[in-house]
């Protein structure tokens, strides 16, 4: 379960979660195909079910897999929410228009303006 | 429910009304996202449309962006509907797509609100509300975390 308290932001959970190769490779998968069960995920991995359990509830509670039942099965989402907020928080507010100068820059220097 | 299913899920420091009345009235409605004015007919049958504003039909938009079908209304919690897209022949024809907006309650005043979109059979519409399309948003992502900062700060996310 999220617990969200007021003045902590979920950044910290989000950043957490993401700063792992096997739930990056996670994500990965479940973006590439959605709504799956733990045993096709734990197909994809060289890991024992209860460590990708492990790794999948570290990204349930960053709110970036969100799971729901289909019959019997339990299946992931991948939940797009919590990285489009930080794209809003981190990317778009302090990166894009460095990004755009450099992106500038290369076209300039590649004699494509 | 399959891997044409799309979920999304948002914490909203929020009463659940606050956020019924955000996805379903127009006054709200048109201020967050992509601005559609939402017109329900919140009863099972009862249609649903949302609306462009002047500035998205000067852009090219249809009068009616989307509509849609309401088949159960249970405010302030569950709301299941269907959702088609209408800016063109080819995503008209992928027909009705399902929707389901779940808001509970949770520890400490603050509110899920789920979002299950169910696409089978509709790639266009799963391509748009993925935020997938270069120039067309973000899709239901933007959409719900711009709704939880307008319910939160009262503004809109900055260039939107």
Excluded at chain 2, 86 to 93: G, N, R, T, V
Excluded at chain 2, 121 to 148: M, N, T
Aim: aromatic residues 8%; hydrophobic residues 40%; contains cysteine.
């Amino acid at each position: 379960m999220v617990t969200y308290s007021c003045g902590v932001s979920d950044d910290d959970r989000v950043f957490k979660a993401l700063a792992d190769p096997t739930r990056r490779f996670l994500l990965d998968l479940l973006f590439a195909r959605d709504g799956r069960t733990l045993t096709e995920l734990e197909s994809e991995l060289e890991m024992t079910r209860f460590g990708v359990m492990k790794h999948l509830r570290v990204l349930e509670e960053a709110n970036l897999v969100v799971t729901r039942r289909s019959g019997r099965e339990k299946l992931h989402f991948l939940n797009r929410v919590p990285i489009r907020e930080i794209h809003d928080r981190w990317i778009d507010k302090y990166t894009e228009p460095h990004v755009t100068a450099l992106v500038e820059l290369k076209d300039h220097l590649e004699g494509k303006s | 429910m399959s891997t044409d299913t799309q979920v999304y899920r948002v914490f909203i420091n929020a009463p659940a009304q606050a956020i019924w009345d955000a996805i379903t009235t127009p006054e709200i409605s048109r201020q967050y996202g992509y601005r559609a004015i939402a017109d329900y007919d919140l009863r099972p049958g009862g249609a649903y449309a949302g609306r462009a504003d002047a500035d998205m039909q000067a852009f090219g938009m249809p009068e009616t962006v989307v509509d849609g079908e309401v088949i159960e209304a249970d405010p302030p919690h569950k709301l299941v509907q269907t959702w088609r897209f209408l800016w063109s022949d080819e995503i008209k024809a992928e027909g009705p797509t399902r929707l389901t907006w779940e808001i509970k309650e949770q520890p400490g005043g603050v509110c899920s609100l789920t979002l299950t979109h169910e696409l089978a059979g509709a790639p266009l519409h799963a391509e748009q509300v993925a935020g997938a399309i270069e120039g067309a948003g973000g899709g239901w992502a933007y959409v719900l975390s711009d709704l939880k900062t307008l319910l939160e700060t009262g503004k809109c996310l900055p260039g939107a």
